[in-house]
């Protein structure tokens, strides 16, 4: 039995009919930029997870920016980050000329550990960009209680996390803003590139929408500095087809996460933790195991997929070399990166493949 990592045809392969109708009306109505597609999105996406408001954009990491500029970081700033993760968390920091303090993870859940964070705190913190990393939340409360005390502006990179939920608030609510990420492979991912952001501040809000589109209050008035984050009318058609089934989508993700949990058996394996405080909507399910290299073989003898995610943390990337963080300095995310492999997980998996993989890894 064949089972891909990921396979995204089947999907798109269901929906094939109703996307590319819709498709059609935005090509003939020529809704290309922002336009009714992408409002209509705005408001179901808001009004399915309980966010006030939500604005469209062109990746994931255009709203990672444009939070930095919301939270004032700029040069001499430091803001305190999670080194596993993918690299966009930290651009937002780069782009505005603040710099990324790399903290450690926890070992359970393999998000940014408070602990580390309260270490790191100096005269010059200016924010924290938490990542729910693999769809878990992180430990929002502790996160937000050091932020209070040192008046820190706080970022949710939710690209991997859309409909988890911390406490049964849903992420991105938490902090200051929160961002999302609409790449094909995410959980509700679009035709091309998308993202959005949102923030539970109606003055946050605002200024992200100007910078948005050129920093324009009114055509062809200026009052920012702005960028060309739009997103594109096609991606709001697709993502309005996703987003009714998205539900369906995670439950099947979370179901195929309960069938890993109680059918792998594998000696020194780690599973991934389950925080009663959160949902997690399951972008991965990543074990770690000590011979992670061996098992990956094993299993593509088996013919089941897998990915490394990730395999260099970002305090040892050669674009941060200049940091100057050695090896060992961070050694849970680097440990974690060095045994973590990640099984496939998607809605359109079946029961007997689940099984196969399950049976896979318990032979090692
Ligand atoms: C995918 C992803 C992003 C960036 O998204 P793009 O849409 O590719 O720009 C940011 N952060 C995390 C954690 C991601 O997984």
Not at 205 to 224: C, F, I, N
Not at 291 to 298: E, F, P, Q
């Amino acid at each position: 039995m064949k089972v891909p990592f990921l396979d995204l045809k089947l999907q798109h392969q269901a929906i094939r009919t109703e996307v590319l109708a819709a498709l059609a009306d935005t090509y003939d109505n020529t809704r290309f930029c922002l336009g009714k597609d992408v409002e209509d999105f705005e408001r179901a996406f808001s009004a399915t997870f309980g966010y006030a408001r939500t604005l469209g954009m062109n990746s994931g990491t255009s709203p990672l920016h444009i939070a930095s500029l919301c939270g004032g970081f700029g040069p001499g700033d430091e803001v305190i980050t999670t080194p596993f993760t993918f690299a966009s968390s930290c651009w937002g920091i780069s782009y505005v000329g603040a710099k990324p303090v790399f903290v450690d993870i926890d070992p359970d859940a393999w998000c940014i550990s408070p602990e580390a964070i309260a270490q790191a705190i100096t005269p010059r913190t200016k924010g924290i960009v938490v990542v729910h990393i693999f769809g878990q939340p992180a430990r929002m409360d502790e996160i937000m209680a050091i932020a209070r005390q040192h008046k820190l502006f706080v970022v949710e990179d939710c690209a991997q996390a859309v409909g988890a939920t911390y406490r049964g608030a849903p992420v991105g609510s938490i902090g200051d803003c929160g961002t999302f990420s609409f790449y094909p492979t995410k959980n509700l991912g679009g035709c091309g590139e998308g993202g959005a952001f949102v923030s539970k501040h109606p003055a946050v809000m605002d200024k992200a929408q100007l910078l948005r589109v050129h920093g324009s209050p009114k055509r062809y008035l200026h009052t920012e500095v702005g960028f060309n984050f739009r997103m594109d009318g096609f991606q709001g058609a697709v993502l309005n087809i996703k987003l009714k089934r998205l539900a369906v989508w995670t439950a099947r993700r979370r179901a195929i996460a309960a069938q890993y949990r109680a059918g792998l058996k594998l000696a020194a394996v780690q599973l991934p933790v389950v925080p009663a405080y959160g949902e997690s909507v399951w972008h991965q399910f990543t074990l770690l195991h000590p011979r992670r290299d061996d098992l990956r073989v094993h299993l593509e003898k088996c013919g089941v997929g897998t990915e490394i995610i990730y395999p260099g943390p970002m305090h040892r990337q050669p674009c941060y070399a200049s940091l100057g963080y050695a090896a060992g300095s961070l050694p849970v995310a680097e440990q974690t990166s060095a045994t973590c492999v990640s099984l496939p997980i998607f809605p359109e998996l079946t029961d007997a493949q689940v099984d196969h993989v399950i049976k896979s890894v318990n032979s090692f």
